[in-house]
């Protein structure tokens, strides 16, 4: 959770009313944030195990009070003492949520996007212009402040977005937005501002410089790429060199009065909602409140035709909404429709409307409230405004013993027994690429039974796994620095996704389906086929289903106490290991000829069951992986086994 450090009085004075230290903390656990810590400058130097300070200079600093405010990771109009005050505010009926808006219709300036350029690197950007704006210095470092709290949490540490913020009347649009070689960017950096370097020479000097260690990080970012995203202004002033640093001409100072923002970005929708938050935060110091002037963006081909153009900053009201008993049974309250309309008010999510005879609440969203996705989300609030300490504590209307559901309970009896075996558990992504939950085990692409990603972050996740068998593989390729000579035993216990192919989509189904399976991989000297075969057995014993000689030898026999052995085996299952056939799924992953499957049988029936296969992996797999020792898997489907 971020943490927002606020000076008691002027975070009083902001609030217009005053509390003890218990009272504030308090009425911060209503407000679903917590106060962490009451402290000061003064205190927090003597504490300081990493910054040692002289008895004089720990005197100097202030005494005053701050507190340490933990807020939830979502809400980020609390990540500045505006948003945070202006919130409770709102909470306490003190003051109505602000109505935003854009103060003419008329773009204030205009940023031409060098389309072919930017698209290698930073494909995006946002801007907004704050009109006739007052700082004062508490102001001015409240608006830093959160600029360095957006780019650690929302941003990414400025890898998504990256904030520049620039006095507009030191420059001259219309602003270009473009991606250039470092040697063609020359310009005085806000750090130092002493003297000028081209693009290059202040990245080797970010990564070097001791005075620029902050800046360090954010090198990466654009260090080995070909092109570095610039912005400048039409007599080709450089503003930022987008995601490390401003520069120095056009700073902000207390004087400035007009701001310019823009924020450049690889996903356009974190980049609106950066912008939305700085705007929504800052606008009330504007000669006309909670007015943003806005800015048109226009993208430019090689040709310098325009493809595209939108305005922004978006300032986005969007209509959501709930069931009424839906937030009633999730909160676990029961109020009119009307209440809540109420209740709606002091979360920054009214005027709330009702529909269909007052069973449905629709609320609506202000710019400000990006973390508002889902019915859930509408009932969380509507909670935290009722009150939790309101919500009255009873006994549930159904008297049930609880009880550990069955699949997980054989679960964690086996990881408990293959761990015994000498096997290592881990715990491996469910995402994973079509390349390596088919292609690198040289078994047939079967999409259709994959549950795909529509718009996957990067190709590691374009699918949910269909085995478990990447995840292991890829385990040992991670670590095959480590020593191989007493051989590598891992397994894991996990779901895998199919779709549902029986079932069409509705509220209940969503067309795909969970199967917990069983897998384990040895990698050594040799080839280990007799130690997955042995566990394959173990775990067969240890399920009380014997293999098909022993059911058939007891069967006939007279002898009470020999046949009480295979009794549970009798009465339901028995397994048998034979070769792969010729065709099988799997066929191609395993080494001809040294590959099983293991099937179930009930007795009285010819019909056997799929359970799973073992085998050593061919050398082709093994390669695919970056795997040099031989190695043998299996895995097994757990829900048959029950």
């Not at 402290?39 to 002289?54: D, F, G, I, P, Y």
């Amino acid at each position: 959770m971020p943490t927002v450090a606020v000076e008691k009085e002027k975070f009083f004075a902001h609030m217009g009313r005053s509390y003890t230290d218990e009272a504030f903390d308090e009425l911060c656990f209503e407000f679903g944030i917590e106060l962490d810590e009451i402290t000061s400058e003064r205190e927090e130097a003597q504490k300081s195990t990493t910054v040692k300070l002289s008895e004089q200079q720990i005197a100097a600093l202030s005494d005053k009070v701050i507190y340490k405010i933990d807020v939830p990771a979502n809400r980020y109009d609390l990540l500045c003492i505006e948003g945070l005050s202006r919130s409770l505010k709102i909470f306490l009926g003190d003051q109505e949520p602000p109505v935003f808006k854009l103060a003419q219709q008329e773009p204030a300036a205009t940023m031409k996007v060098k389309k072919s350029n930017t698209d290698t690197i930073r494909p995006f950007v946002v801007c907004a212009v704050l009109k006739d704006i007052t700082f004062t210095q508490e102001r001015y470092n409240s608006f830093i402040d959160l600029q360095d709290q957006l780019h650690r949490n929302l941003c990414r540490q400025r890898t998504l977005v990256a904030i520049g913020t620039h006095d507009m009347d030191t420059i001259e649009g219309p602003y270009v937005y473009d991606a250039k070689a470092g040697a063609e960017i020359e310009f005085v950096p806000l750090t130092p501002s002493d003297r000028s370097f081209n693009a290059n020479d202040l990245l080797n000097f970010y990564e070097t410089d001791v005075s620029a260690k902050h800046l360090k990080p954010y090198v990466p970012i654009i260090k080995d790429s070909p092109l570095y995203p610039v912005i400048s202004d039409s007599k080709d002033r450089v503003l930022s060199l987008p995601p490390l640093i401003n520069g120095d001409h056009s700073k902000i100072t207390l004087n400035t009065k007009n701001v310019f923002i823009e924020c450049t970005a690889t996903d356009l929708t974190k980049a609106n909602i950066v912008l939305d938050t700085m705007v929504t935060m800052f606008s009330e110091y504007c000669a006309s409140p909670f007015t943003v002037l806005p800015v048109k963006i226009e993208y430019e081909d090689a040709a310098g035709k325009t493809v595209d153009s939108y305005v922004t900053p978006t300032l986005s009201t969007r209509r959501e909404t709930a069931k009424v008993d839906f937030c009633n049974s999730l909160i676990g309250i029961n109020i009119t429709a009307q209440e809540m309309q109420t209740l709606c008010n002091k979360v920054q999510l009214g005027p709330a409307k009702l529909l269909e005879n007052d069973t449905i609440l629709e609320v609506t969203v202000p710019p400000t409230r990006s973390d508002i996705l889902h019915p859930v989300d509408i009932a969380e609030d509507i909670g935290i405004a009722f009150g939790y300490n309101n919500i009255v504590k009873r006994v549930p209307a159904t008297n049930t013993v609880g009880g550990e559901f069955p699949l997980n309970q054989l679960g964690d009896l086996l990881r408990e027994e293959i761990g015994r075996a000498g096997y290592t558990e881990v715990l491996t992504h469910g995402l994973c690429s079509i390349h390596d939950n088919f292609d690198a085990l040289q078994c047939p692409q079967q999409l259709e039974k994959a549950v795909s990603l529509s718009n996957p972050a990067n190709i590691e996740y374009q699918v949910v796994r269909t085995t478990l068998l990447p995840g292991l593989l890829k385990t040992l390729q991670h670590n095959k620095s480590a020593s191989f000579t007493n051989g590598f035993k891992l397994f894991e216990i996990s779901d895998v996704v199919e779709v549902d192919l029986e079932h069409v989509v509705t509220e209940t189904r969503v067309g795909a389906k969970n199967i917990r399976k069983l897998a384990a991989v040895y990698a050594g000297p040799t080839s280990g086929f007799e130690i997955i075969h042995g566990l394959v057995d173990r775990i067969m014993t240890l399920t009380e289903v014997a293999p098909e000689a022993s059911y058939v030898a007891t069967s006939t026999k007279k002898d009470q106490a020999e046949e009480s052995r295979y009794r549970v085996s009798k009465e339901g299952w028995y397994y048998t290991v034979a070769a792969m056939p010729v065709g099988a799924y799997e066929e191609n992953m395993y080494f001809p000829g040294r590959a099983a499957e293991v099937m179930l049988t009930k007795p009285g029936s010819s019909d056997k069951i799929r359970l799973g296969t073992f085998g050593i992996l061919h050398p082709n797999v093994l390669k695919n992986f970056d795997i040099n020792y031989p190695s043998s898997v299996m895995q097994l489907d757990l829900e048959l086994l029950l």
